[in-house]
C-alpha cells in the first residue's frame, strides 16, 4: 500500500542528487534552448510550411552555430537636457514686521491681513500728544540763536580796529623813545624825559594786548552763537523726525500677513504694526547636495512643480558659496514670476534645474541587470557575437522608457535574453529591426 510514496520519494531523490551534481550540464542545456521554446527554430518553422507533393533531394545540411540565442537591439545616442531634481519649498521675495518707532496711542482705523499695500501706504498713525509743542519750542530756540548773530559779528570789526589803534600807539611811543634818546645823548634832553617815553611804549604794549584779548573774545562770541544755531537746528531736526515716527508706513508694495494693529492701542519702541508679504516675484528655496552642485549655475533655466499641481518657470539667482556644516548642502534660490499672487509662501515644490545636454539612449527598462557585484547596466553583443556587461547611469524615466548614461555612441544591446547569458558567451543575435521585416 505504501509503494507509490516509496517509488515517488525515490524519484525526488534521484532528480536532487542529478541536479546538485550535474547543475552546470543543466545551465548550459538551459542557456542552448531557452529562445528555442519561445520563438521557434528554423526546424520548427520548416515543419509548420505546407508539405511539397513532389519530393525534392535535400541538400546536406549545415553545422548549426554554437550559441545562446538572444534578440538585440542597434541604439544609438542622443543628446537629452539632463536636469538637477530637489524637493525645496517657496519663500516671499521679501518679509517685513513694520514695527513702531516711538510711543503713543493708534488713532488710524486698522487694515485687515490679506489687503494688498502700496509702498508708502499708511499702515498705523500714533496720537502726536505734545509732540507739535516741541518742534515749536526747537524753532523759537534757534529764532533766537540766529538773532544773537548779527551783533555778535558787529563786535569783531570793532575789535580789530582797536586792536590796530593800540598797535598805532606802540610805534607812535616807541619813536618817541628813540628821539629821547638822541637827545640825551647830544645833552638836549634829561632822564626824565627818556623814562617818560619808554612808560608811554610800555603802556602803548599793554593797550596791544588788551584788544587782542577783545578780538579773541569776539571770535569765540561768534562761535558760540554759530554753535547754539547748530545745537537748536539739531533739538528742530529731532522733533521733526519724532514726529515723523508717528506714521508706520509699508516700506514696499505686499499682502499683509497679519492685522494692523487696532484702534486705541497703546504702541511703545519695539511693537509689532504689522507684517508685510512681497510674494511677486517668489522664490523657490532648495538644498543641492555636494555631488550635484558643480552642474548647478547661475541663470540656469528651472521649472517646478508645487504640491497642488501648479508649474512655474524661472532662473537661478542665488547659489551659496558655504555648505550647510549639518547637512553638508548649499542653499539654491530660484526666482519666478507671480503677478497674480497665487502662489504662496512655503508651499512644497519639486524643482528641476536645467544643465548642459549629455548622450544619452532611450530603452526599455527591461534591459536593465545587474552584475555580479550589483552594478546597475546592460549586456551588449560585442563585434565577436559575444556577451559584455555595460555599466550604466540612470538619467531620466518616462513613459516611452529610460534615458541611459555611461555608454557608447552606438551599441547594441541585448533586449531578450540577457539574463541567460555572462559577459564572454557566445551569443547568437535576433536584431528586433530584421525580425520585423521578417513579419511583414
Not at 35 to 46: C, H, I, N, S
Not at 215 to 226: D, I, V
Request: aromatic share 2%; hydrophobic share 45%; charged share 25%.
Amino acid at each position: 500500500m505504501r509503494l507509490i510514496p516509496i517509488l515517488t520519494a525515490l524519484a525526488v531523490t534521484a532528480f536532487l542528487v542529478l541536479a546538485v551534481l550535474q547543475r552546470d550540464a543543466l545551465f548550459r542545456f538551459a542557456q542552448e534552448n531557452h529562445l528555442a521554446l519561445v520563438m521557434g527554430t528554423p526546424e520548427d518553422e520548416g515543419a509548420e510550411t505546407e508539405a511539397d507533393p513532389a519530393p525534392v533531394e535535400e541538400a546536406p545540411a549545415a553545422p548549426a552555430p554554437q550559441g545562446v540565442r538572444v534578440v538585440a537591439r542597434t541604439s544609438q545616442a542622443e543628446i537629452v537636457d539632463t536636469a538637477v531634481i530637489l524637493r525645496g519649498q517657496t519663500e516671499a521675495a521679501r518679509e517685513v514686521s513694520a514695527k513702531a518707532e516711538t510711543s503713543g496711542l493708534v488713532i488710524s482705523e486698522p487694515l485687515r491681513k490679506g489687503t494688498f499695500v502700496t509702498a508708502g501706504q499708511l499702515l498705523c498713525e500714533l496720537d502726536p500728544g505734545t509732540r507739535g509743542a516741541a518742534l515749536d519750542e526747537a524753532l523759537a530756540r534757534l529764532e533766537e540763536a540766529e538773532a544773537r548773530v548779527p551783533g555778535i559779528e558787529a563786535g569783531v570789526p570793532e575789535a580789530e580796529a582797536r586792536l590796530q589803534e593800540a598797535l598805532a600807539r606802540v610805534e607812535e611811543a616807541e619813536i618817541n623813545a628813540r628821539a629821547a634818546n638822541a637827545l640825551k645823548r647830544d645833552g638836549f634832553a634829561t632822564e626824565t624825559r627818556v623814562a617818560a617815553t619808554l612808560a608811554a611804549v610800555r603802556s602803548a604794549e599793554a593797550a596791544v594786548s588788551a584788544a587782542r584779548a577783545g578780538l579773541e573774545t569776539a571770535k569765540s562770541g561768534l562761535k558760540g552763537a554759530q554753535a547754539q544755531i547748530r545745537s537748536a537746528e539739531a533739538a528742530v531736526a529731532v522733533a521733526r523726525k519724532e514726529i515723523d515716527r508717528l506714521q508706520v508706513k509699508a516700506p514696499f508694495a505686499g499682502l499683509l500677513e497679519t492685522d494692523v494693529a487696532e484702534l486705541g492701542t497703546l504702541m511703545q519702541p519695539g511693537a509689532l504694526c504689522a507684517t508685510i508679504l512681497q510674494l511677486d516675484p517668489i522664490k523657490l528655496v532648495a538644498y543641492v547636495p555636494e555631488t550635484e552642485v558643480a552642474r548647478v549655475e547661475l541663470g540656469a533655466m528651472a521649472g517646478a512643480e508645487l504640491a497642488e499641481g501648479s508649474r512655474v518657470t524661472g532662473e537661478v539667482t542665488f547659489l551659496s558659496r558655504s555648505a550647510d556644516p549639518t547637512t553638508r548642502t548649499f542653499r539654491v534660490e530660484i526666482t519666478a514670476a507671480n503677478s497674480e499672487l497665487k502662489i504662496r509662501d512655503g508651499q512644497t515644490a519639486e524643482i528641476a534645474i536645467s544643465t548642459a545636454g549629455v548622450p544619452a539612449h532611450l530603452l526599455p527598462a527591461s534591459v536593465l541587470t545587474l552584475n555580479d557585484e550589483g552594478a546597475l547596466g546592460i549586456r551588449s553583443v560585442t563585434p565577436e557575437n559575444t556577451a559584455q556587461f555595460l555599466p550604466v547611469s540612470l538619467l531620466r524615466d518616462t513613459r516611452e522608457g529610460v534615458w541611459l548614461g555611461g555608454l557608447p555612441d552606438k551599441v547594441e544591446v541585448i533586449t531578450l535574453g540577457q539574463e541567460y547569458v555572462e559577459t564572454g558567451v557566445k551569443v547568437i543575435p535576433t536584431y528586433e529591426e530584421a525580425a520585423s521585416e521578417i513579419g511583414q
